[in-house]
């Protein structure tokens, strides 16, 4: 069975910090890997997406993630984080061969103004 | 207004008693999933359906049931035998097919009295 790994519970930065939040995937086959975000009383979210291609993908609000098949990782950046970027971040993975996410733990990521 | 609604927001069950989640879409979709979210854990798949009078289990069903009358509606019963309630419950709904994008609901608490 696939799992993800997400190594980092809480993160807390100051703005203008960069971000990089890890994920790593255990499945050897083709993947499709996605970051979720699920700011404050909101509705969880689709932050990005890689199906295949250009393996460093941007996505909305300045994130972007690179996947690198060698290391089974998908993380996920921001240059400057800003206090809006408060909100818990998910990687999932599905492996191709059916329409089921695999959820990493989450990371909590609090940024002080 | 297209999208996930789930309710209630908030919802408290007593021992031996079965309480059932709505999770109503509008997006036409054929792939429905619910999933209970746990500090700490991610998102982990209960059930989930990808067309109607169809569903499978996923990681975490004992306990748990769904029905499936109708492409928009999943409605997800915790029963009593569900001896661990007390989470967040997050419906999902999706095209079908491996490079879905999966779009979720606010969300229902479960609270055990």
């Known amino acids: 069975a696939q799992s993800v790994s997400q190594h980092n519970h809480h993160v807390i930065l100051s703005e203008a910090a960069s971000l990089e939040l890890g994920c790593n995937y255990s499945y050897g086959g083709t993947v499709n890997l996605f970051w979720y975000v699920q700011y404050p009383g909101q509705h969880l979210q689709l932050l990005l997406k890689?199906?295949?291609?250009?393996?460093l993908v941007k996505g909305i609000k300045g994130f972007e993630a690179e996947f690198i098949k060698s290391k089974f990782s998908f993380n996920l950046r921001k240059p400057s984080v800003q206090w809006s970027d408060t909100a818990e971040y998910f990687c999932?993975?599905?492996?191709?061969?059916?329409?089921?996410?695999?959820f990493g733990g989450g990371t909590r990521l609090m940024v002080k103004p | 207004d297209g999208g996930i609604t789930q309710s209630p927001k908030y919802l408290f069950r007593k021992e031996g008693q079965n309480v059932t989640l709505s999770c109503e879409q509008n997006l036409n979709h054929d792939a429905m999933y619910w999933y209970r979210q746990d500090p700490g854990q991610g998102l982990r798949l209960i059930y989930y359906?990808?067309?109607?009078?169809?569903?499978q289990k996923g990681d975490i069903a004992e306990g748990y049931s769904v029905s499936r009358e109708k492409k928009e509606s999943f409605p997800l019963t915790v029963t009593s035998a569900q001896k661990n309630p007390t989470a967040f419950y997050l419906c999902?709904?999706?095209?079908?097919?491996?490079?879905?994008?999966?779009?979720f609901g606010a969300g229902t608490r479960l609270s055990v009295l």
């Open positions: 359906s990808q067309i109607v009078n169809d569903f």
């Open positions: 999902a709904s999706s095209i079908a097919g491996t490079k879905n994008i999966q779009y």
């Open positions: 999932a993975v599905n492996n191709n061969a059916g329409n089921m996410l695999t």
């Open positions: 890689y199906f295949s291609g250009d393996p």
